[in-house]
């Protein structure tokens, strides 16, 4: 791009100094040609001076002659006045020439001059004499002067014939020039007439240049640059321009929000790269999917959008969104590795939903945020979502900042075994450290991000942070295995396992130092996805626990085909065993049934000694809570194990 840019600019620059000196040289040839013609005139008439001074000469000999021999003849004073009038007339025209002719005219008026002088004193002597009376003196004088005057008549025709030669080689010396000269602006103006052609193509390639980069300029101002569809600002354009036409027709237009539900993980494990050729991928879908007018349109990140002018009805818009979400629900085969990713739509429709461009966008958010809460895949807005939307996407949005921002923190909760009271494990919570409102429980935003699919990110947070903490413990000594909460659409996504792998690979723990917490809940919404995720991490290595067992339903029958090592029993039951005998019992139910299934049972919420014994006389394996410490920032759960090694406290009592 830069190479071609610096040539067209080279080539530009190239032909206007051609042209330019082109230009330059054919007004000089002008120019020359001009001075050479007027030094030719200007020549040509000093010839013609000298020429015709040396006529004159010629033509004051020939009278002095022709003066003589009538005098001669007549004999009468009469014809004496001419010939004294013409003897000496040349000598006026001969001085001319000596002080004003070129060398060859000095010397040729020098030897003229001498001759002439002569031939001037003959024929005044022939005067003299015929005056006094001799007329035999004055006629030989008169011979004399003939002889003269012959020789005189030659050196004058020699002269001139030379000077019509001069004159003849000059004309013809100034006609060849002149034509060099012709044929040089012939040429001249051949080149510049080609320079100017090649300037005018230069300067169209340069404007059709020029108005392809402003066309270029406007498309990327207004597309995408990944998957080429429209941008934000040209889908809130022609929302608006087709909420005008629908002003006009009272034809309905529809809108949808289009969020993919498993493409974080997919474009983190599997690279940019592969998540943008992904995006590529869903693009085409969505076009394929809508009609030839509908604007399919990328608003950043996972987030797509589609116009649908003129759509008819709600139920034609829900029609397409189903037909959108079968599309983009289809497995997508990159470089022989298939992935789904899956998606939230959420729909509005003007006028019935909304007013201008903005609100049907906002309520189609709301929609699509409503989709992902229920898992439906679609919803339309309804009114009644509006109520929970402000506070909702407040959070959301806080929450994906905080992600980023890394204001999310964790806590550790140790766990020990029941009979030697060896700390054993910590099972990792996540706080929110929010600049405005505090250090915030898993409570207050971890329902949010379930519901939005910031789970898949913040569990990914998690991980990282703790297998890096736990990496640091190794460091120092003490090797803590750790249990980190996984929600259900974690266990729904194929690259979950590869995920797992990557981190544990990039902070050089083995698997069996994590476990991964579920809930029975996850598993039951898909589980056969589940199971897959499920054994594909048992394969890792990595252990896998369910949490709050007995508090859901279907638990022992999905728990029979589960890939788990270890049951956790809800606090719900384990704080109340002593005080009521329904959850004893319960206990004890939970306890031989997970032992049955050769599975390791951690009981939670162990908030005295009393319910520590009684958990270890019933054969419970691990216990975790109050008892033994409340959940620690890294720095004190170090401080808290540190003192714990050093004083060597055990369980309770048995």
């Known amino acids: 791009m830069l190479s071609t840019w610096v040539e067209a600019r080279t080539t530009a620059h190239t032909t206007v100094v051609s042209l330019v000196i082109g230009l330059v040289t054919l007004a000089g040839i002008a120019l020359w040609m001009s001075l050479s013609a007027q030094r030719a005139a200007t020549h040509l008439h000093e010839l013609n001076q000298l020429s015709d001074r040396w006529g004159q000469v010629v033509q004051n000999v020939d009278v002095a002659d022709h003066a003589m021999s009538d005098y001669l003849r007549s004999g009468t004073p009469v014809m004496r006045r001419p010939l004294v009038s013409a003897a000496g007339a040349a000598e006026e025209s001969l001085r001319w020439l000596g002080d004003n002719g070129g060398p060859a005219d000095v010397r040729a008026a020098a030897l003229v001059g001498d001759l002439y002088g002569d031939y001037t004193t003959l024929l005044r002597e022939v005067v003299a004499l015929g005056d006094g009376g001799d007329a035999t003196g004055s006629a030989l004088k008169a011979d004399q002067a003939e002889l003269t005057v012959v020789s005189l008549r030659k050196q004058l025709s020699t002269v001139v014939q030379l000077k019509r030669l001069e004159t003849t080689e000059y004309l013809r010396n100034a006609e060849r020039h002149n034509e060099q000269l012709r044929v040089a602006a012939v040429v001249a103006f051949v080149v510049d007439l080609g320079l100017v052609a090649l300037c005018a193509v230069v300067l169209l390639g340069h404007r059709r240049k020029i108005l392809r980069q402003a066309a270029k300029s406007e498309h990327e101002a207004s597309h995408d640059a990944l998957t080429g569809l429209a941008n934000r600002t040209l889908l809130t354009q022609r929302t608006g321009q087709a909420i005008e036409r629908a002003q006009v027709t009272g034809e309905p237009l529809g809108l949808f929000l289009i969020d993919l539900n498993r493409f974080k993980p997919i474009n983190d494990t599997l690279g940019h790269a592969f998540g943008d050729r992904l995006l590529q991928h869903v693009a085409d879908r969505l076009t394929s999917a809508v009609r030839g007018d509908d604007t399919v349109a990328r608003l950043g990140g996972d987030e797509f959008a589609v116009l649908l002018p003129a759509v008819g009805s709600a139920a034609n ?216 995720v499920l054994s594909r991490l048992r394969e890792l290595g990595v252990r896998l626990s369910i949490d709050d067992f007995g508090t859901g339903y279907s638990s022992i029958a999905y728990l029979r085909t589960m890939p788990v090592h270890e049951m956790k029993i809800d606090r719900s039951f384990t704080t109340n065993m002593r005080s009521d005998s329904s959850s004893g019992a319960i206990t004890r139910s939970l306890l031989g049934l997970a032992h049955n299934l050769e599975l390791e049972v951690v009981a939670e919420g162990v908030e005295d000694e009393e319910t520590w014994t009684a958990l270890a006389a019933l054969g419970c394996d691990v216990v975790q809570g109050y008892c033994l410490s409340k959940p620690l920032p890294a720095d004190e759960f170090a401080s808290w194990l540190r003192d714990r090694m050093l004083t060597g406290l055990t369980a309770p009592a048995g």
């Open 317 to 532: 818009a829900l029609a397409v969104a189903g037909k959108v979400h079968r599309a983009l629900e289809e497995a997508v085969d990159l470089d022989g590795l298939s992935v789904e990713v899956g998606c939230s739509i959420g729909v509005a429709m003007y006028p019935g939903d909304s007013t201008d461009a903005h609100e049907l966008l906002k309520h189609a958010d709301i929609a699509m945020y409503s989709a992902k809460r229920s898992r439906l895949g679609t919803a339309a807005y309804e009114p009644g979502l509006d109520r929970h939307s402000a506070a909702q996407l407040t959070v959301i949005s806080d929450l994906r900042r905080a992600i980023d921002q890394r204001e999310l923190v964790l806590h550790y909760q140790p766990k020990a075994d029941v009979r030697s009271g060896t700390v054993c494990g910590a099972e990792v919570l996540c706080r929110w450290q929010h600049p405005k409102l505090g250090l915030l429980g898993p409570d207050r935003f971890i329902p949010a991000a379930e519901e939005t699919g910031l789970i898949e990110p913040l569990t990914r947070y998690v991980l990282d942070h703790a297998l890096a903490q736990c990496r640091q413990w190794h460091t120092a000594g003490w090797d803590v295995p750790i249990s980190v909460n996984v929600g259900a659409q974690c266990l729904h996504d194929l690259t979950f396992p590869e995920q797992v792998s990557g981190l544990l690979d990039q902070h050089g723990r083995p698997p069996d130092v994590l476990t991964l917490e579920i809930t029975e809940s996850a598993i039951i919404a898909d589980p056969h996805r589940a199971t897959e």
